[in-house]
């Protein structure tokens, strides 16, 4: 911990990246990663330049054994001024938690709220119907007493596998919702793959044109392999907050066809090498991506998707060092 | 083969894809494949909709053994008006052993002449200088006696891993030689995955501006997971023509640090779902897309790249049915 660089000043990255791999990515992961692992691995990416780490979730210990280490592992986490840890929060109970461990001085500093752009998604992922979810964010809210950066996600908000299109009229009701009590980042997900170029770059300039005071994130799963081509509508359509985890890992299994579906995030060795490639600065120090990713991979056991960490970084990169360097 | 549809008249379809699978994808794998399997999988190319299908090489046997059926499969591919086959040639031999196969009425109807942007991978990857290659090349138009549709290639058009990057002037000197002795379409490709939105955008306009006579085509391939963003710049930029394959089999083998590397063509599935979910029509019929992917995975007997095969088609797709249903 005492090795760790100083947080890179806004100003020296055009895109800041919230590494997901520690919540999302470990989510469904069926195997218990110790808390030791997780810690060194977080601060690994705070080392190489992520100002943004989906640390974990104050979820239900018995229906979520992985993130039953959620104080534990915060506790352990080095401080620095610019760097956020995320938590997600599902409940009232889990902001209760958050606070205390606040109270301490290592809680997380980002929460993120999620509402589903669809009932039945809502339904069958929250257990709520979204008017009872909306209360239910509402309370939240109120429990965490302005202590914490609030992220609303509004999930399925490109098209959801159970009900089709969705209105866009409805996910700018909800960034509204969200904005009126509060939360400023809005979070807009793909959560199963289904949004194109076109939808990606149609719904983010809605949101910033109707909500010029909103941070739009976009949090996009690579389950079609649209993951880099959907971020680069986004960032062409003003969006400068993405999400990914390494190895493209996590997401969101929804049963289909053919086999339970590739699923995973937006893989961040390909998404740093992408945007580094074409003078887009992440921040991120490229020297240890492909280290990182391997890191990984050997703590999952298992090869991950990222094509980067087989073929190797773009030689043809024009930034050939961090800017933290 | 009396079961196949009439070719698709061209106008109704946006993009002309090209089914590499026999040819580029088949050229690295270690397995023979029997020429009955190829056949039978050409024509469900030609069934589901491909217009092109690059199928065959005219290649030493000795050298690529897994070609040493050229002639005998061609003979039994089915033809069709407005359906391409292409073959590549690598010298004048080879285009000798087309022009005896054309004179018998099997052979290919489309011929392919690689160039290299660099003499490093000229040297490496076709045993000749670049001068020494257009000589060649010019023979083998020559030889070619104006039979065949001539389809020109520049690989490492948009960087070289050898030589770094590429003179975009000297892309656009090796388009007017090939313009100059009457090949009109033009193959920019992405030898090992190292363009981006903005080189690709940038070179194939100004392909498009110095030679609007030229037919342009793209053939990049996936190393670092780019396949779909650079083809969607190319479109925007106004490329017509795309080259793909089934799994994503397939590409130039290029060591790198991290082991041999991810090196398939942009995979079919994946960018056949991917255009028709933006309503652009790729004239290949959707819903046998799943099927033939499933059963190009059976004959090579792995799990190939496509993440749709995985996943399933985008179910938000706007066009439902086929073009030619």
Redo the contacts between chains.
Sequence with gaps: MTTLRPALAADTRDVVLCECFARDGLQHEPGMMATQNKVSLIERFVDMGFVRVEATSYSNPKVIPQFSDASDLLKQLPRQPGVFYKATCANVRAVERAMADDVHGYGANEISLLVSATDTHSLKNLVRTRDEQWLNIANMVTAAQNKFRLIGTISMA??C?FE??VNPASVMADAEKFLRIGVRHITLADTT??A???STSALFKQLQRAFPEACAIAHFH?????G??NY?AGFEAGVRYFDCAFGGVGGHPVK????????GNV?TE?LV??FE??GVKTGIDRAQL?DVGQHCEDLLARELSS??????L???CPVTSPAHS
Tied chains: 1, 2.
Excluded: E, I, W
């Design positions: 490109f098209g596998p089709g299109a793959g289904t194109t170029p076109k690579d389950t079609r392999g649209t880099l081509v680069m289909v066809k053919y086999g339970q579906g590739h699923t893989c390909d090498d992408f490639s074409m492909l094509r980067v960490l087989r073929s190797g773009n030689p043809l």
